[in-house]
């Protein structure tokens, strides 16, 4: 399997707190995106670091990414109840111009109100 | 409009049956994606057409055969499925920078679960 390791696989921290998400991934990438997924429904793209990238803000998301340890952190800041959801991580390759994405095995985040 | 939509929303259909997945988007995105996903699982890559011609068949069983009328609408039609076949499946769209090097996000749809019973 080519898919990434994510760690933890499931997270429950208080409201305010922070949150701390880290992924691995097994190939060379062109970029690593995270997404969320809100249960069983489809995907909500967070962000996208490319791999000359080392770290990358957005709003209160913060990525890092060692391409030389294959590996990559989401820090959410100040959680809110409403960021209770999947986290993925994607790796990404192109093949001829299209992004193959590979998904991590994803973290369950709760934030307990 | 930054929507992918996706129809039915839930299909239920037994072992015999042909059914069709509908995805749609009109984002002007040029590529287009196929992914499965199991309960409490990451999605899986099924298929990618760019510029409507499949591009990536990740070792697809053929009971699944996709297809790309234009650049707005991408079809997946079943057949034969077999029960462990059940699960979300899920569209997605970005655009296409064939040859420019620039990475892009995806837009997903909220997916269609599918049961074979």
């Known amino acids: 399997s080519q898919q990434g390791e994510e760690d933890p696989q499931a997270l429950s921290i208080q409201e305010g707190e922070n949150a701390t998400m880290n992924c691995s991934y097994k190939t060379s990438i062109n970029n690593l995106q995270w997404y969320r997924q809100n249960s069983g429904r489809g995907l909500v793209h967070l962000i996208l670091i490319r791999s000359n990238e080392r770290e990358k803000h957005s709003g209160r998301l913060r990525v890092t990414l060692d391409t030389s340890k294959k590996s990559s952190s989401l820090l959410i800041t100040a959680s809110r109840a409403a960021d209770t959801a999947s986290y993925f991580c994607?790796?990404?390759?192109?093949?001829?111009?299209?992004?193959?994405?590979?998904f991590g095995t994803g973290t369950r985040l709760t934030i307990i109100p | 409009d930054t929507e992918v939509t996706q129809t039915p929303k839930h299909l239920v259909m037994g072992m015999t049956n042909k059914k069709s997945l509908k995805c749609e988007q009109h984002m002007g995105h040029r590529a287009m994606y196929w992914y499965k996903q199991k309960a409490k699982k990451p999605p899986e890559l099924m298929f990618v057409y760019s510029y409507e011609k499949l591009s990536i068949n990740e070792s697809v069983p053929s009971r699944f055969s996709p297809e790309c009328p234009n650049s707005s609408l991408l079809n997946l039609h079943l057949h034969a499925l077999q029960p462990e076949d059940s699960a979300l499946y899920l569209c997605?769209?970005?655009?296409?920078?064939?040859?420019?090097?620039?990475?892009?996000?995806?837009?997903f749809g909220p997916g269609t679960r599918l049961t074979v019973l």
């Open positions: 994607a790796s990404g390759r192109s093949n001829f111009g299209n992004e193959k994405l590979t």
């Open positions: 997605a769209s970005s655009q296409d920078r064939r040859g420019l090097r620039l990475y892009n996000e995806q837009f």
